[in-house]
């Protein structure tokens, strides 16, 4: 089993798949590292040698922003929105919907399930 960035990569998947379960790489960046280190992209990972797997840590660690790194990133940007008092700082901190979505209906997944009324009796049946 390889382990790259923190992250163990699954045995029987191609490694064009298996690079994808690292927080900041998708299928094209994928695609480029293979590239850049010349290894087939059809090799599963329990076939990749020592001598592989030691170029993929070389690049991912000097030229990609990936896993904590990545992380960290992104929340200090968040927080930076939050203290300037920005419009999308204001919806993170209220946990609505930031790209112009409705909120009157749907947003249920940032706004949360649907609040029901307290002590609401159903009408009676005749």
Do not use: C
């Given at each position: 089993?390889?382990?790259?960035?923190?992250?163990d990569?699954?045995?029987?998947?191609?490694?064009?798949?298996?690079?994808?379960y690292?927080?900041?790489?998708?299928?094209?960046?994928?695609?480029e590292?293979?590239?850049?280190?010349?290894?087939?992209?059809?090799?599963?990972?329990t076939?990749?040698?020592?001598?592989e797997?030691?170029?993929?840590?070389?690049?991912?660690?000097?030229?990609?922003?990936?896993?904590?790194?990545?992380?960290?990133?992104e929340?200090?940007?968040?927080?930076?929105l939050?203290e300037?008092?920005?419009?999308?700082?204001?919806?993170?901190?209220?946990?609505l919907?930031?790209?112009?979505?409705?909120?009157?209906?749907?947003?249920?997944?940032?706004?949360?399930?649907?609040?029901?009324?307290?002590?609401?009796?159903?009408?009676?049946?005749?």
């Amino acid at each position: 089993m390889a382990r790259i960035a923190g992250v163990d990569l699954p045995r029987n998947k191609r490694i064009e798949i298996a690079l994808t379960y690292i927080y900041g790489i998708g299928i094209s960046r994928s695609k480029e590292i293979i590239l850049a280190t010349g290894i087939n992209s059809n090799t599963k990972i329990t076939e990749l040698n020592d001598e592989e797997v030691v170029k993929l840590r070389l690049i991912l660690d000097s030229e990609y922003e990936i896993e904590g790194d990545l992380r960290r990133i992104e929340s200090m940007n968040i927080k930076r929105l939050m203290e300037i008092n920005s419009y999308r700082g204001k919806r993170h901190r209220i946990g609505l919907p930031l790209r112009g979505q409705r909120t009157r209906t749907n947003a249920r997944t940032r706004r949360g399930s649907k609040r029901t009324m307290a002590n609401k009796k159903k009408a009676p049946k005749k």
